[in-house]
Nanobody, 128 residues
Framework: QVQLVESGGGLVQAGDSLRLSCAAS????????MGWFRQAPGKEREFVAA????????YYADSVKGRFTISRDNAKNTVYLQMHSLKPEDTAVYYC?????????????????????WGPGTQVTVSS
């Protein structure tokens, strides 16, 4: 059973930076890709960024492109989300997820239903 644990959330001011981590463990961890999603109060969970383990190809939501960077450390089975120029509208619970099966295109990683395992989430609050 794969387990994902997010960390690094917190309360920051607008314009600040924050780095989230997602550590994967459990059994023989094998993943095709990892994604970050977020859910603000009263809103649906939305895609933020994704990365393919092999090769490191990345994919971003337009709302975070140029401000957020997803990366991975294969040796540590850990994925990171570096967030810069944070805005109050970035306030949400951030979740990481993993997809074990290959995908035809990286854009598939932008869909919630594409993932097999999810972490419990970490809160990010950006004050104005």
């Amino acid at each position: 059973q794969v387990q994902l644990v997010e960390s690094g959330g917190g309360l920051v001011q607008a314009g600040d930076s924050l780095r989230l981590s997602c550590a994967a463990s459990g059994g023989t961890f094998s993943s095709y890709g990892m994604g970050w999603f977020r859910q603000a109060p009263g809103k649906e969970r939305e895609f933020v960024a994704a990365i393919i383990w092999s090769g490191g190809s990345t994919y971003y939501a337009d709302s975070v492109k140029g401000r957020f960077t997803i990366s991975r450390d294969n040796a540590k089975n850990t994925v990171y989300l570096q967030m810069h120029s944070l805005k109050p509208e970035d306030t949400a619970v951030y979740y990481c997820a993993t997809r074990t099966r290959p995908a035809i295109t990286i854009s598939i990683l932008g869909r919630l239903a594409s993932y097999d395992y999810w972490g419990p989430g970490t809160q990010v609050t950006v004050s104005s």
